[in-house]
């Protein structure tokens, strides 16, 4: 049974820093691309980062220079790093494991969910 783990949320301020985790388990975690969703209130999941199986990445635009996606093969462990926090980045952040080595908007198996609130 795949299972993904995600721990590292929590409340911050406005131009603060978190960083989330997640570790995988009963699948192979190298090969396969991973990524971190997120959901707000009364909005659609959106993809945030991703990270293929070869290491390249992807951001989206809201977060580009703020969020750093990284993965540590020998832990099974795949990192999201937030700085300069903003209150709409304010959401419920799912991590995403694909069944390929590249990324797309949709996954495989999914975490149950961090939340993430930033107070102004």
């Known amino acids: 049974q795949v299972q993904l783990v995600e721990s590292g949320g929590g409340l911050v301020q406005a131009g603060g820093s978190l960083r989330l985790s997640c570790v995988v388990s009963?699948?192979?975690?190298?090969?396969?691309?991973m990524g971190w969703f997120r959901q707000a209130p009364g909005k659609e999941r959106e993809l945030v980062a991703a990270?293929?199986?070869?290491?390249?990445?992807y951001n989206a635009d809201s977060v580009k220079g703020r969020f750093t996606i990284s993965r540590d093969n020998a832990k099974k462990t795949v990192y999201l790093q937030m700085n300069s926090l903003k209150p709409e980045d304010t959401a419920v952040y799912y991590c995403?494991?694909?069944?390929?080595?590249?990324?797309?908007?949709?996954?495989?198996?999914w975490g149950e969910g961090t939340l993430v609130t930033v107070s102004s």
């Open positions: 995403a494991a694909y069944a390929t080595t590249y990324y797309t908007q949709r996954a495989a198996y």
């Open positions: 990270i293929s199986g070869g290491g390249g990445t």
């Open positions: 009963g699948r192979a975690f190298s090969p396969y691309a």
